[in-house]
């Protein structure tokens, strides 16, 4: 299967909605179908904030990737942080994830990113594989924090 790879818009939501339900629940995150629209149409609409990728066939698409922007001055200027990745399960397997970041990492880079980000769950070794092969290290002198504001 090819990763196309395409920027979702507004007209995307109603699809993009039920890829993040799909993600969320394999996660095991609670979220109200008006929390996840409000979190999705500014992304959609200023892409100033950052982007969404929908990846495979435009009227069938089997993942999205979400990129956020960030600006830090220890990165050298603006960053991407890898806020959601998902592939459905019956699609894994088969380089779809490898192929959408290496069409991604150039493309952000040629446009200017300094860096990409992301977080990853400790026991989630094919994910940490796939990423260590995208040359993605761990930073071992810190941890990440966070507070739900």
């Not at 149409?41 to 922007?69: E, K, N, T, W």
């Not at 594989?129 to 966070?146: T, V």
């Amino acid at each position: 299967m090819s990763a196309a790879l395409y920027l979702a818009n507004a007209d995307d939501l109603t699809v993009l909605q039920k890829l993040v339900a799909d993600y969320h629940a394999e996660i095991g995150l609670e979220q109200s179908e008006d929390t996840c629209q409000n979190a999705l149409l500014p992304l959609l609409q200023d892409s100033s904030l950052g982007a969404i990728y929908l990846i495979g066939p435009r009227r069938g698409p089997v993942g999205y990737l979400i990129l956020s922007f960030i600006y830090s001055v220890k990165m050298g200027g603006v960053s991407g942080v890898i806020d959601e990745f998902f592939i459905r399960p019956n699609v894994r397997g088969r380089g779809v994830a490898s192929e959408v970041l290496h069409k991604l990492i150039p493309a952000l880079a040629s446009s200017g990113l300094q860096a990409l980000q992301l977080e990853i769950g400790k026991d989630h070794s094919a994910a940490q594989r796939l990423y260590a092969r995208m040359g993605f290290r761990a930073h071992e002198d810190c941890h990440l924090l966070s507070r739900q504001l």
